[in-house]
């Protein structure tokens, strides 16, 4: 008899949330681990089978936490904010409110199926107000903040303010993007216009006007992840390049901070790196080139200074600041459909076409610093604004791209080293002599990048300079459905709102559309403005806005007055153990570093990094099945027939395929194009191809875990999936496959159960017990410990072939074989565990140990051959002498049966090796 899964997993999830057993508190004694899920969206589709990869690691891992006596944080909240709940809204005039409840109570009741241990008493939702209130205030205390170069940390903007009047802004060595010097006495001449204005250049969150991927029919900014080839993801409407004033984060502050932690936290090598090369730091100098016949000047960043005598023309980015001073009336009309043709393209696309060259003459020209020749001025797609300066000095000899614009537009390319060929190519040389460069020639390439630096810094005409790759991070949509700012203005100057005031709630709206005026959906608000009457910000804050801090709220979510109190965080202290995509290392893993160092220096909370140790899970891929359809007519022909005639491939619904053998009467009531369909069958049945591609609703291979744990159980889809392949891998869904799974289940449920009832017996282990079970029990800890969990259950099946094969009833091994089963499969392990008369939840009992002894083999399985060709195994002990093994092999029946009537030449015998027999 089959256990009854339904039964016994409904008794446990209700048994869980009745006693609330993952409930936690920070005043327990035992060491704590904090075990976490990356924040996930609640889509209206649900989950498909292969999202709750990472949360079953997770699940298993904070269970076995628990069996070694932590005391184990592991909460599951929701990124409520989000495009398609707004998308929705402005389709059918439903609040987005209303759809994403709807969506968070699928997600988890199919959360709390999969017997997911989590502290639901910790849920928070990212559209809560009571949740937004604390991401409001980090906000307001981002812009009361500035970057001190000096301290390496961030310091109340009072304290600025305290310097500029006592010293003015000459000596602050801060992070900034104020242009003007001034000293005490003229800061303190200024009116408060004009000192909000100089104050907003060094707060960490600022206004400024930026590029951005602009979607008309959207009515907001996208991201860039959210545009694809010129149009939206999400609609497929155009998307232009615009500047537009937007709020910003100055995470570039950070940069070098967020480099060095990534030396300090347990994180995938290839995931790091991917941090490293987004902040992308180099080293060279910023140097100055006159413009000529203006009395203005732009700023280039290199880090080969040394190539300064090769530069042939400057490139400046589309959207750079002097073009429309640089442009001439003779290149107007060419410059302006330049740049129109270039605002279809995002930054990403741009920096990703290597191939096409693209640029426009400016028609004006800058002056060499160091030889006052003319150098023309180029405006290119391949140079980006919010990089560097938005300028480059152009080295074709030494860059690809700019060799490629060179031979393009013919421009001059003027070799650097001696001996190296350019003809068809650039080269970046680091070693060689230098040429045609001036009072560099003769010059080792190092040496001469050292003396060049000198002789700017020397002539005053620039300074050797860390440059980062990593921008600022745009912090403000022209959306509803998001955090709305807490900023309002003031004659045009942006000013905090006081934190008593906080949250500030999203206002009702008679659309989710923009205004006529082109204003964002809060525009459309009724009296959206402060008791004194001044206008709140119109924007929202972006999607990473509410995910940047929830790991820390949920240390402290019940708190109304902080986002964290001192007494949790320092229990909680930060993740010991995170599980997400590698497809956030550049956003939210970024963005939260990035906040939690600012919390960490404001001294809000007692750790710099939020996750010590973080694992990359995998993607389950889709196994897509097929039909094929005879051209011209609606028979179909099974798939080992297929190549006798014409066919169309067809993805149909993996739901109603078997073993790859289709349901017949299923399809044809799939779609009323089906109804009349005819099949060439084999062997009685339609046969379908298959092939793995992304789990897809298009692709019709979704599988949805309701239906595999309506028919296998959750803890079968648990073990399963864990069963795949390593957690980090990608690999393929084969609902066939989880047959075999469900198959051991049952097979440990008959190892316990005699008609129903609990059939053990309680006696001491046999020697052959205890060596099953206390390597079982080593093997699984270990596993667990280096995050191997499919191993770990090819462990548990051998554990149970193993008992069965000894007809094992023993209480005692297999009482902890269920506790060590039980992270993987904890529905039926608490009914074994219940039944074997233990009171509460096994979660809380002791992970087994196991001793060493019962590890060593008292025997060796020696492979007996016969001329060399292996016929079977047999058990000998491990400290019989060469002639003991031999004797006993002479006298052993089936082996005497091998050489009847033939004669034994020679036995050969090698000691924890071979025994063979050469036979005549």
Not at 506 to 515: I, N, R, S, W
Not at 564 to 589: P, R
Request: with cysteine; charged share 30%; net charge negative.
């Amino acid at each position: 008899m089959n256990y009854l899964h339904r039964e016994i997993e409904k008794k446990w999830q209700n048994f869980w949330e009745e006693s609330k057993v993952f409930e936690v508190s920070e005043d327990s004694p035992k060491p704590k681990y904090y075990v976490l899920d990356m924040f996930p969206y609640p889509s209206g589709a649900g989950l498909h089978v292969g999202h709750p990869l990472g949360y079953i690691a997770s699940d298993v891992i904070t269970r076995y936490k628990r069996l070694c006596g932590f005391n184990v944080l592991h909460p599951m909240g929701y990124d409520a904010f989000g495009l398609p709940a707004e998308q929705y809204a402005i389709k059918t005039g439903q609040h987005p409110a209303i759809t994403t409840d709807a969506n968070i109570k699928t997600y988890r009741k199919q959360l709390e199926g999969i017997g997911l241990s989590f502290d639901w008493s910790r849920e928070v939702r990212t559209c809560d107000p009571s949740y937004y209130k604390h991401t409001q205030w980090v906000f307001l205390q981002l812009f009361q903040h500035w970057y001190d170069r000096n301290e390496n940390k961030a310091r109340g903007i009072d304290d600025l303010v305290r310097i500029f009047e006592r010293d003015g802004n000459g000596s602050v060595q801060a992070v900034h993007s104020c242009e003007s010097e001034f000293e005490s006495e003229q800061w303190k001449s200024f009116d408060e216009e004009t000192q909000q204005k100089i104050l907003l250049d060094y707060r960490l969150a600022y206004l400024a006007d930026m590029m951005v991927n602009w979607c008309p029919e959207l009515g907001t900014v996208l991201a860039n992840d959210e545009v694809k080839e010129g149009l939206s993801v999400r609609g497929g409407y155009p998307v232009e390049q615009k500047k537009m004033k937007q709020w910003c984060l100055r995470i570039t502050a950070y940069a070098q901070r967020l480099l060095d932690g990534l030396e300090k936290i347990d994180w995938p090598e290839p995931l790091k790196e991917m941090q490293r090369n987004w902040i992308g730091r180099s080293e060279g100098a910023e140097l100055d080139f006159p413009i000529e016949g203006l009395d203005e000047s732009f700023k280039i960043f290199t880090t080969r200074p040394d190539t300064i005598f090769g530069v042939t023309f400057m490139v400046l980015a589309p959207e750079h600041d002097l073009i429309e001073q640089l442009t001439t009336k003779d290149q107007a009309a060419s410059v302006q459909n330049y740049l129109k043709e270039v605002s279809k393209k995002t930054e990403r696309e741009r920096i990703a076409e290597t191939k096409k060259v693209s640029g426009v003459f400016s028609g004006s020209y800058c002056l060499h610093p160091f030889t006052n020749k003319k150098i023309p001025i180029w405006i290119a797609d391949y140079v980006l604004g919010g990089y560097g300066t938005g300028a480059i000095m152009a080295v074709p000899a030494g860059d690809s791209r700019d060799y490629a614009f060179a031979k393009h537009f013919d421009l001059e390319i003027i070799p650097l080293v001696e001996g190296v060929d350019i003809s068809e190519e650039s080269h970046d040389v680091k070693e060689g002599i230098m040429m045609n460069s001036d009072f560099l020639n003769g010059l080792e390439v190092k040496v001469a990048l050292k003396k060049i630096i000198d002789e700017i810094e020397k002539k005053k005409i620039g300074h050797r300079k860390v440059n980062y790759k990593l921008r600022d991070a745009i912090f403000s949509r022209q959306r509803y459905w998001g955090e709305p700012i807490p900023i309002f203005y003031k004659n045009g100057i942006a000013y905090p709102m006081d934190e008593k005031d906080l949250p500030l709630e999203l206002p009702d709206v008679d659309a989710y559309l923009p205004t006529k005026e082109g204003d964002p959906p809060l525009g459309r608000a009724a009296h959206w403005k402060t008791k004194d009457g001044h206008p709140i910000e119109l924007s929202t804050m972006p999607g990473f806005a509410g995910s940047s801090a929830y790991f820390l709220r949920y240390m402290d979510p019940k708190n109304e007055n902080e986002l964290v109190s001192k007494k949790a965080n320092q229990y909680w202290k930060n993740v010991d153990f995170y599980v997400g995509g590698s497809e956030h290392a550049t956003g939210h893993l970024l963005y939260s570093r990035f906040w939690n160092m600012f919390l960490y220096d404001m001294g809000e909370i007692c750790c710099e990094e939020p996750f010590q140790k973080l694992i990359n899970q995998g993607m389950i891929q889709g196994r897509s099945n097929f039909v094929y359809r005879v051209k011209g007519t609606n028979q179909y022909v099974s798939h080992g027939l297929k190549d006798k005639y014409e066919t169309s491939e067809l993805h149909v619904d993996v739901n109603i395929v078997h073993n790859d053998v289709l349901d017949l009467e299923a399809f044809k009531n799939w779609g009323p194009e089906n109804k009349d369909a005819e099949f060439i069958l084999e062997d009685g049945q339609y046969h379908c191809g298959w092939g793995l591609e992304k789990m897809s609703k298009s692709l019709y291979n979704v599988v949805n875990p309701d239906k595999v744990i309506e028919e296998y159980g959750a803890d079968t889809l648990r073990l399963y999936e864990m069963f795949l392949g390593p957690i980090e891998q990608s690999k393929p869904w084969n609902t066939s496959g989880i047959e075999g799974v469900y198959r051991f289940l049952n097979k440990f449920w008959k190892l316990c159960y005699q008609d129903g009832k609990i059939d053990l017996e309680d006696k001491e282990e046999t020697a052959d017990e205890q060596k099953i079970i206390h390597k079982t029990i080593k093997k699984v800890k270990e596993d667990l410990e280096s995050f191997s969990l499919n191993t770990a259950v090819s462990a548990f099946m051998i554990c149970v072939n193993d008992l069965g094969k000894i007809k094992s009833k023993n209480r005692r091994v297999i009482e902890k074989l269920t506790v060590l089963l039980s992270p993987f499969a904890p529905h039926l392990c608490e009914q074994v565990w219940h039944d074997l008369g233990n009171k509460g939840s096994i979660s809380f009992t002791d992970f087994p140990d196991y001793d060493e002894k019962y590890l060593v083999e008292s025997h060796y399985s020696y492979p007996i051959s016969v001329n060399g060709k292996m016929k079977f195994l047999l058990d000998l002990p491990l400290d019989y002498s060469k002639a003991e093994i031999e004797k006993t092999i002479l006298e052993d029946e089936k082996v005497k049966a091998l050489f009847e009537g033939k004669t034994l030449k020679k036995v050969i015998v090698v000691p924890k090796k071979i025994v063979n027999l050469v036979v005549g």
